[in-house]
């Protein structure tokens, strides 16, 4: 993921930030066909070190054929962490199923967090490659 690259499908928006990162920001509800969207993309995104994705729920809605596509067809391996920002009770609920679904799938591990805005999304991403590096340097 060496070159910026950005997806629009719907009202949703996906953009690679490289090296490694991926920011998607959904608006209204998530589809079947979305879904199968969010997957090409992370899958041809994924092509080296895992990825980070920073999900935008803003005013969003996954429906439950949508959340079961994604938890059959996303490969854990893809990401090293999910961080999910806004979002209401009912989505912070039902993307918390998807990640069970996901840790379930006995594949694979990868950090999840809910924060409130961007800006804590990429403070928290840059705490976690400094974790994730110092981690590397004392094995």
Do not use: C
Not at 86 to 108: D, E, H, I, N, P
Request: glycine fraction near 8%.
């Amino acid at each position: 993921m060496g070159q910026l690259q950005e997806w629009a499908f719907g009202t949703h928006r996906i953009r690679s930030e490289p090296p490694d990162m991926l920011w998607a920001t959904f608006r209204g509800p998530v589809s079947v066909e979305d879904s199968k969207q969010i997957v090409d993309i992370a899958r041809a995104t994924a092509t080296g070190e895992p990825l980070y994705l920073v999900a935008d729920l803003g005013v969003s809605s996954l429906s439950v054929a949508p959340r079961k596509y994604l938890a059959e067809h996303i490969n854990p391996e893809w990401f090293r962490a999910i961080v999910f920002v806004g979002g209401g009770m009912a989505q912070k609920a039902v993307t918390k199923a998807l990640m069970v679904a996901l840790l379930f799938t006995g594949r694979t591990r990868f950090d999840t967090e809910f924060l409130h805005s961007l800006d804590d999304a990429r403070a928290w991403i840059d705490a976690h490659r400094a974790r994730t590096a110092q981690s590397a340097k004392g094995r």
